[in-house]
Each structure stands twice: as C-alpha cells, then as structure tokens.
C-alpha cells in the first residue's frame, strides 16, 4: 500500500470496515526508555558534558626535605562537549468532502462493521505522531552530528552510534562471549562505571545473546515442566549488570552498549506553543491544513560512558 503525498481525498483514501492494524512496527523502545529524563533548552546548541582529565596515577615520592616547598600546581584544564536539537515537522491535509464522506466504505463490508478511522483528521494527525516517534527513536540510535551554520542548512543531533567512545571490531566474525568481555574491559578502563548500562540490538544479535548465555549450567531450568525457550534480559558482568533492549532501528551487525544513568532527551520549545504541537495553516480552499511542529535532541553524555560492537558476521545465529 503506497501513501498519498498531498491533500487526502474521498478518492486516494478509501474507508474500509475491519480491525485497524499498522503493518509497519510502531514501537520505539530505546525512546521510551529515555523519555521520562527530558529536559528543556531554549537554545538547539546544549551541552552534553564538561570533561576533565587527571594525570596518570603514580606513587608520590616526597621527602621531608622537599616537602617544605609546595610542588608545582597542576590546573585542571576543563573541555565542552555539545549536541543541538533539530526539526521534526509533518503536513497534514484532508479535503471537507473526504471527512464528510465518512460513511462511505470499500472493499468487503457488513452491517456489524463500520469504518474503521470515522475521523480521518484525527486518524492522519496519530499516524503523523507515530512517524514522528519512529524518525526520533532512528535518529537517537543513528543520527550523525552537524551544527547548521545558516538558516539553510539543518541542524542534525548526534545519535547514541556516533557517540559510543569505545569501539570493539568484530571483522565479521561471530559474536562471541570473548567479543562481549572485550568490550565489557575495554569501556570500563576507558571510564564507563555500568551505573545502568543497557545493550540495545536488534534481533539477530539478540537472539545469538540469548544463545551465548542462556545454556550456562542451571540458567536453562524452566519454573514449570510446561514452559520452554530461553530469553536473556540481563547479563551479570565483572563490572555491573547490564540489561538487553531489542529495537528494529539498530542496523545489523552492531551492538550498542549505552549507559542510560547520563541518556536524556532535550526539547525546544517554540513560546506559547510548547513542544510537537498541532497548529492549523493557511487555507486554500476545502481542506482542513495543519503542520505538527517540534524540536529535539539526544543528551548523550560523555562518549566514554558507552560502547559499540561493530561489523559482526552475518553467523551469529549460528
């Protein structure tokens, strides 16, 4: 089925009666997980984050002597790391004969079903909605970073994929437990603390995850006689636990490891307005127009908090 670009009609929308289904997935998991931590900006250029560095550690080795002049200070010098938020913008138009028309119906009908959308400004406003979900929940785990620089150019946030400061490569080989600990070590001595770190994939690497630990000895043994199958939502770690998320948006072949303690949305809002509004434009003739508007961003906090597995083999369901 091919969606209409422009004003809907009594033509390009045909009502039907039965059971109303999306046949595109419209849950965004690694959003909701966040979206309770939004803050507000009223600038699209945010920080995610001051960093400091020390010096390495090491053993002092100052004697009385020396100890009557005070060493050298050392000033610690401070870096700014930023984010912007970016549009999310969609039209939607349908025509006064298309929403007058409600009641006529194609396809197979009978007297017990009706038309399945009876308002179909509000039924195109909740799809708007969900695409607008689906492009934020895409750009949080993919977006690639650019500051505009005019008002012709966009701005684009940095999604949690760019922001992994901790990068393991798998050379298309198979995920293995051995992959996973490298990963684990490398991002703790990088600096990550696994406060609440999640491992977001998709279904093939979730499925190979489950496979790598759910055969360990006595974690198999269902709560009944009756009940089958294995589904790993947790791994403990040499560094913390870490939870699995499954999301249809992470590109195959890579595993995320965020950790959510320092993840949260930013939102702009336009004044009087408020955040992904629905407003009315201009007519031109019979049709209801409006625009839902909205302005966001990722807070990913500092890179070294969170990781990525990269290039994994197409074997890993092995």
Not at 45 to 63: K, L, M, N
Not at 86 to 99: D, G, T
Not at 192 to 218: E, H, N, P
Request: include cysteine; glycine fraction near 10%; hydrophobic fraction near 40%.
């Amino acid at each position: 089925m091919a969606n209409v670009n422009g004003t809907g009609t009594v033509w390009n929308l045909p009502n039907f009666a039965g059971q109303l289904y999306s046949a595109t997935p419209a849950v965004t998991p690694f959003l909701n997980l966040i979206r309770g931590g939004a803050v507000k900006t009223d600038n699209f250029q945010f920080a995610t984050g001051v960093e400091y560095t020390h010096e390495a550690a090491a053993q002092p080795a100052i004697s009385e002597t020396a100890s009557l002049t005070a060493p050298t200070a050392i000033s610690y010098v401070r870096s700014q790391n930023t984010n912007v938020t970016q549009i999310f913008q969609e039209r939607i138009s349908v025509s006064y004969a298309k929403q007058s028309s409600s009641g006529r119906l194609s396809g197979v009908t009978s007297a017990l079903a009706g038309n399945c959308a009876p308002n179909e400004l509000d039924f195109q406003t909740a799809r708007a909605l969900e695409k607008i979900a689906r492009d934020v929940e895409y750009t949080f785990l993919n977006g690639t970073y650019q500051l505009a620089a005019n008002a012709g150019q966009a701005n684009k946030t940095r999604g949690m994929l760019a922001a992994a400061g901790t990068v393991v490569d798998c050379e298309n080989a198979a995920l293995t437990q051995d992959f996973l600990k490298t990963a684990f070590k490398t991002a703790y001595n990088a600096g990550a603390d696994f406060t609440d770190m999640v491992l977001v994939c998709g279904s093939d690497i979730k499925q190979r995850i489950t496979d790598l630990y759910g055969s360990q000895w006595g974690f198999a043994l269902p709560p009944t006689r009756n009940i089958g199958g294995v589904n790993v939502t947790q791994i403990e770690t040499d560094f913390g636990m870490v939870s699995v998320l499954l999301s249809r948006f992470m590109p195959d072949g890579v595993l995320l490891g965020a950790d959510i303690s320092c993840v949260r949305p930013v939102e702009q809002d336009v004044p009087d307005k408020g955040n992904f509004f629905r407003e009315a434009l201009a007519k031109n003739g019979a049709s209801e127009e409006y625009q839902i508007f909205g302005q966001i961003g990722l807070d990913h906090g500092p890179g070294w908090k969170h990781f990525k597995i990269i290039n994994i083999g197409s074997g890993a369901n092995a």
